[in-house]
């Protein structure tokens, strides 16, 4: 490949790039240790960015996820603690795949719009845009209050009573309630209550996960039934793919370049192939 068509890639965390706290609290809370925004990307940040011979910048953690932090004077749905690591959460537990992690903005009602003026800034600057596409698995809190009215959120119509369904968004423990072994700390007047279970992302397909599974996550079901043999049902195209394209065009159209693709060797290959 000749020098000048090679891609390099900038891979950035924008809740550490901007933030400039010189003293940071072991698990301090948000007000302690602070947080960077989408607005340190200026555009002389940008160009000394690109004179490294940047073409690309992965920006990484962009799309809201769960969080101890309550911002439900936004209008986002509050996440129970005991279903959240650490206290910013996991930027890999999606909450809404159709929201901004609000934590980034300046002006949290205006997070979307300042996220589409960083992809302007960055494409102005002469570099495409990489945000992170999580498809394997979600927040166990999943709800998307940003989705347009007409667009179906993930289980929205799932069969709960049965295990698999090639239609549901998710694979279910019938009769069987989530149960945390382990003893995370509480920090809610009740616990968190899961009936049905849901199948955790990490593939572990009981009631039990623990503390060192993705206990906070829940696995998407893309026609492939584990719980006989791994059979797939791709005939006709399962729901979760519909949904997942639906997800992906919606970010390509704020002029969003490219994706990495989380987990993707746990997704299955025809998916890609279709997608």
């Not at 906070?216 to 043999?229: P, S």
Request: hydrophobic fraction near 35%; proline fraction near 5%.
């Amino acid at each position: 490949m000749e020098q000048k068509n090679k891609m390099v890639i900038y891979q950035v965390f924008p809740r550490w790039f901007g933030n400039l706290r010189p003293s940071p609290v072991m698990n301090g809370s948000l007000a302690e240790n602070g947080v960077g925004k989408f607005s340190a990307f200026t555009p002389l940040a940008l160009s000394k960015i690109k004179g490294l011979g940047v073409t690309h910048v992965w920006y990484t953690g962009v799309i809201e996820h769960a969080t101890k932090t309550d911002y439900t004077m936004f209008g986002i749905r509050k996440d129970h603690s005991a279903v959240v690591k650490g206290k910013a959460g996991s930027p890999y537990a999606i909450k809404d795949y159709y929201d901004i992690d609000p934590d980034l903005a300046d002006n949290i009602q205006n997070r979307m719009s300042e996220f589409e003026d960083l992809v302007k800034r960055t494409h102005e600057a002469g570099m495409k845009v990489i945000i992170d596409f999580v498809p394997n698995h979600v927040a166990r809190q999943y709800f998307s209050d940003a989705r347009e009215p007409f667009v179906e959120d993930l289980g929205q119509t799932d069969n709960v009573s049965k295990a698999f369904d090639v239609n549901n968004n998710f694979y279910y423990l019938p009769g069987q309630t989530l149960t945390l072994r382990f003893d995370p700390q509480r920090e809610e007047d009740f616990a968190y209550s899961e009936f049905p279970a849901k199948v955790t992302g990490n593939n572990h397909f009981d009631a039990y996960p623990s503390q060192n599974d993705w206990y906070e996550t829940v696995k998407l079901n893309y026609g492939v039934d584990y719980m006989h043999g791994g059979a797939c049902h791709f005939n006709t195209i399962p729901n979760t793919w519909e949904k997942m394209l639906e997800i992906l065009l919606f970010w390509a159209d704020k002029g969003v370049d490219g994706f990495r693709c989380d987990m993707a060797e746990m997704v299955p290959v025809e998916f890609w192939n279709w997608v």
